[in-house]
Structure formats: C-alpha cells, structure tokens
C-alpha cells in the first residue's frame, strides 16, 4: 500500500506532450517557422511588381514570364519533396537550418541576375530551400504542439504568410515607379528577414518525437524536460524500423490519406498563385483595375480571411470547413467566369467573397498533412502533398499567362473553376476529421480516413 502511495505521488502533475501547456519555447518554435512563412509570401507576392519591371527592359515573352512567376514554385516542388524525405532520415533540425541557408543566398544572388534564364535559376533555388522548409517547419511545429493548440498554431501561418504576401504588394507599389532596376532591389530584399531567420533557429533542438522514431530516447527526453517542462512526459510514440520512402506512403493503409492531402492541397493552390501572382494583370483583365483601390481592398480580405480562418478551424470541424470552403469557391469563381466585364459591382463582390474564403481555407493546408501521416514518415508526407501542390501552382502559373492571351480571362477562370470542384469532390470522399486527437490519434493510418 505504502508503494501505491510512493508512486501516486511521483506521478502527480505529471502531463503527456500532447497535453503539455502552451510555454515560451512553443512560441519560439511557432515564430521562427512564421517568420519562414512571412518571408515565402513575401517571395511570392514580389515577383509580380518585378516582372513588370522585367517585361520590358529584357523583352520577355508570354512564355518567360510564366516561366520565371512559375519559377520559385518548380523550386517548392523539388525541396519539400527531397528535403522533406532526407529529414526522415537525418532529423528535422537540420533541414530546419539549412533551408534558410539556401534561401538566403539565393535571395542576394537574384540581383546580380543579367538574363532571364539566370533568374529562373536562381529562384528555383530559393523554391528548393522554401519546399525544404514547408516539410521540416510544418512537422516540427507539430510535433513539438499540444494538441489543445495544435490546430490554431499549424493554421495560422497563413496569416503570416499573407502578411508577407501584402508587404511584397506595398513595397512592389510604391518601388516599381522609382527606377529601371528597381526590380533587382524587390527581388534582393527577401534576404533581410531570410538572414534574420537563419540566425535565429541555429541552435533549435531535435523533435523528440523523430528521437524517438529512431531509438533515442534518453535524448527525447531530455529535449521534452529542458524546453517543454521537468514534469513532461513522452508520448506513446515507439521506436520503428521503417523505410523512410515516399513508396510508403502508398501502401494500402494510408494511400487514400495520401491522396487526400495531395489532391486538396493542389486544387486549393492553384487558383491561389496562378490568380495572385498575377493580380495586378487579372484585375485589369477584367475591368477592376482603377488606381490601387481594388488592389489594396483585396489585399486587405486576404489579411481579414486569414485571421477568420484562425477562428473557422477552432470553431469547426476541420473536414467541414474544407468542403464548406470548396463551395463557396466554386460559386464565386464560377460568377466570375460568366459575369460580363459591365457588371462591375457584382465582379467585385465575387471577387471580394472568393478572396476572403480562400484566404481563410488555406489555414487548412498547414494543419491536415502534418496531422495525417505517422512521425517516421511525417516529414516526407508533407513534402510529398506540397511538393505536388507546387507542381500544380507552377504549371497553372506557368499557363494562365498564355490562356489570358490566348483564351481571354473568363475561359481561363472557367478552368480554375474546374479545379475547384475536383478538390471538393476528393474532400467529400476522403478529408479525415483530425480535430481534438493526439498527433498519434490523428495520424494512426489503422483508422478509416
């Protein structure tokens, strides 16, 4: 009886990790993989006021202009595929740092580009140390999260991103008027936050759960004591002897939730990049662009349904807000595939309405491939579903320059469209609900998905 005692009482106030409360070291881990994110949108978002800069000073056509907007995405698909899979095999710390070795140098290596084929070069490059980054940065997050918090920490490098995104827009508005080679200062300027990141996570643990995976658990546990608490304990994860391969994440268990997380992701971003990578040139395709008013309205609901989309997964269900989500897109880009360029109002609150949704949904895209797929393979998962994602947004990036010369805008949205409702159909047949579970829980393949 007297034992029975000694050991309650050692176990008092002992917490899993899943359950750990939120401390500093979450917010830290949380911070420096947003911090990647502010400088990924702001990557994104800046190329677009620099190809107009471009265009005419290097005579570029419809094709070099696809090529070079569709390039840092070329550079995602083959980071977060490759380096995602490596960070399986030699933990996610690592990969975590040298991403934004990558992205640093070839973010300052962009201004000295005197071709366009240098410039697609230099930003596959940074594409690659970006891709790398989505598969470690997502994983790690996760799997250091509670669960409790979990959900609103992996959705909301989405707002971080948009932050980044509307930056490159206000800094590409008020630069790309002062000089010819302005663009060369747009593009260069990704190294001041890829610099400050870089410094910053030297020195960040290893995942104890990757520790774990691998035997080391001495380790794990001293990482969980020193940063997550002394009364932390791990989780019922247990070392495995697996192929870290992407052939794993087909076998029949979990090939559906790999497919899933695939096809969602990509029908989620390819209208995304394709439309605002090119919003300047989309809005005056089709009758709204009048000064930066429209401009700086859309901007804005891409920061409003960010931050809404925060509260939507908190609220509900993460499988609802997805296929509610994929509706409400297909409806309003559907409007704007039909509508003629006189109904100007109507356009606008379609507009209005697709951007504030897909902003908010694209929460989403941060928190199911990183909820879905078992910590030895986790890394690779992710990497997988944004590799593919990337290929997606390059290809349909790399077209809708030529589909709006060559088709008209509203026949390139009608296809938007059609990606759409090919994401909201895999949705209804496969999207898991994830929310509330253990990592462990909402990752076990042995559950119907």
Request: charged share 15%; hydrophobic share 50%; glycine share 8%.
């Given at each position: 009886?007297?034992?029975?005692?000694?050991?309650?009482?050692?176990?008092?106030?002992?917490?899993?990790?899943?359950?750990?409360?939120?401390?500093?070291?979450?917010?830290?881990?949380?911070?420096?993989?947003?911090?990647?994110?502010?400088?990924?949108?702001?990557?994104?978002?800046?190329?677009?006021?620099?190809?107009?800069?471009?265009?005419?000073?290097?005579?570029?056509t419809?094709?070099?202009?696809?090529?070079?907007?569709?390039?840092?995405?070329?550079?995602?698909?083959?980071?977060?595929l490759?380096?995602?899979?490596?960070?399986?095999?030699?933990?996610?710390?690592?990969?975590?740092?040298?991403?934004?070795?990558?992205?640093?140098?070839?973010?300052?290596?962009?201004?000295?580009?005197?071709?366009?084929?240098?410039?697609?070069?230099?930003?596959?490059?940074?594409?690659?140390?970006?891709?790398?980054?989505?598969?470690?940065?997502?994983?790690?997050?996760?799997?250091?999260?509670?669960?409790?918090?979990?959900g609103?920490?992996?959705?909301?490098?989405?707002?971080?991103?948009?932050?980044?995104?509307?930056?490159?827009?206000?800094?590409?508005?008020?630069a790309?008027?002062?000089?010819?080679d302005?663009?060369?200062?747009?593009?260069?300027?990704?190294?001041?936050?890829?610099?400050?990141?870089?410094?910053?996570?030297?020195g960040?643990?290893?995942?104890?759960?990757?520790?774990?995976?691998?035997?080391?658990?001495?380790?794990?546990?001293?990482?969980?004591?020193?940063?997550?608490?002394?009364?932390?304990?791990?989780?019922?994860?247990?070392?495995?002897?697996?192929?870290?391969?992407?052939?794993?994440?087909?076998?029949k268990?979990?090939?559906?939730?790999t497919?899933?997380?695939?096809?969602?992701?990509?029908?989620l971003?390819?209208?995304?990049?394709?439309?605002?990578?090119?919003?300047?040139?989309?809005?005056?395709?089709?009758?709204?662009?009048?000064?930066?008013?429209?401009?700086?309205?859309?901007?804005?609901l891409?920061?409003?349904?960010?931050?809404?989309?925060?509260?939507?997964?908190?609220?509900?269900?993460?499988r609802?807000?997805?296929?509610?989500?994929f509706?409400?897109?297909i409806?309003?880009l559907?409007?704007?595939?039909?509508?003629?360029?006189?109904?100007?109002?109507?356009?606008?609150?379609?507009?209005?309405?697709?951007?504030?949704?897909?902003?908010?949904?694209?929460?989403?895209?941060?928190?199911f491939?990183?909820?879905?797929?078992?910590?030895?393979?986790?890394?690779?998962?992710?990497?997988?579903?944004?590799?593919?994602?990337?290929?997606?947004?390059?290809?349909?990036?790399?077209?809708l320059?030529?589909?709006?010369?060559?088709?008209?805008?509203?026949?390139?949205?009608?296809?938007?469209?059609?990606?759409?409702?090919?994401?909201?159909?895999?949705?209804?047949?496969?999207?898991?609900?994830?929310?509330?579970?253990?990592?462990?829980?909402?990752?076990?393949?042995?559950?119907?998905?």
């Open positions: 009886m007297g034992n029975n005692n000694a050991a309650l009482k050692d176990n008092v106030g002992v917490i899993k990790l899943d359950d750990a409360p939120l401390n500093k070291f979450h917010i830290k881990i949380a911070g420096l993989t947003f911090g990647a994110h502010f400088t990924d949108g702001y990557i994104l978002g800046i190329i677009a006021f620099a190809l107009s800069l471009l265009t005419p000073q290097m005579n570029l419809p094709f070099w202009i696809g090529l070079i907007g569709s390039s840092a995405l070329i550079g995602l698909f083959l980071g977060s490759v380096l995602g899979w490596i960070s399986d095999y030699v933990g996610r710390q690592k990969i975590f740092v040298f991403s934004f070795v990558v992205i640093t140098a070839a973010s300052i290596l962009q201004f000295f580009a005197d071709s366009p084929m240098e410039l697609v070069f230099y930003r596959i490059l940074l594409g690659i140390g970006l891709g790398g980054d989505y598969s470690v940065g997502h994983t790690m997050l996760a799997e250091f999260s509670p669960r409790k918090h979990r609103v920490l992996l959705g909301s490098f989405s707002v971080v991103w948009t932050f980044g995104y509307v930056v490159a827009n206000l800094i590409g508005i008020l790309v008027d002062s000089a010819p302005a663009w060369r200062w747009m593009l260069a300027s990704s190294a001041i936050p890829a610099v400050i990141i870089l410094i910053l996570r030297m960040t643990p290893e995942s104890p759960r990757w520790l774990i995976s691998k035997g080391r658990i001495d380790e794990a546990r001293e990482i969980v004591k020193k940063h997550v608490g002394p009364n932390i304990v791990l989780d019922d994860e247990r070392p495995v002897q697996t192929n870290s391969s992407i052939a794993t994440l087909f076998r268990d979990i090939r559906k939730r497919a899933f997380n695939c096809i969602f992701f990509v029908c971003v390819i209208p995304y990049f394709a439309i605002y990578t090119f919003l300047p040139s989309i809005l005056d395709a089709i009758g709204l662009s009048e000064g930066y008013g429209t401009d700086f309205l859309l901007n804005g891409l920061i409003v349904g960010a931050i809404l989309g925060i509260w939507f997964t908190v609220k509900f269900s993460r609802g807000f997805l296929i509610s989500s509706i409400v897109l409806v309003t559907s409007l704007l595939s039909v509508l003629p360029s006189s109904a100007t109002v109507l356009m606008i609150i379609s507009f209005a309405v697709f951007t504030l949704i897909m902003s908010a949904v694209s929460n989403l895209v941060g928190v491939p990183a909820e879905s797929f078992p910590t030895e393979i986790r890394s690779t998962g992710v990497g997988l579903a944004t590799s593919i994602s990337r290929l997606g947004s390059a290809i349909g990036t790399f077209l320059p030529m589909g709006i010369a060559n088709f008209g805008i509203q026949f390139t949205m009608f296809c938007l469209t059609a990606v759409l409702i090919i994401g909201a159909v895999v949705s209804i047949a496969w999207a898991p609900e994830t929310k509330s579970l253990t990592l462990s829980d909402a990752s076990n393949t042995g559950k119907k998905v």
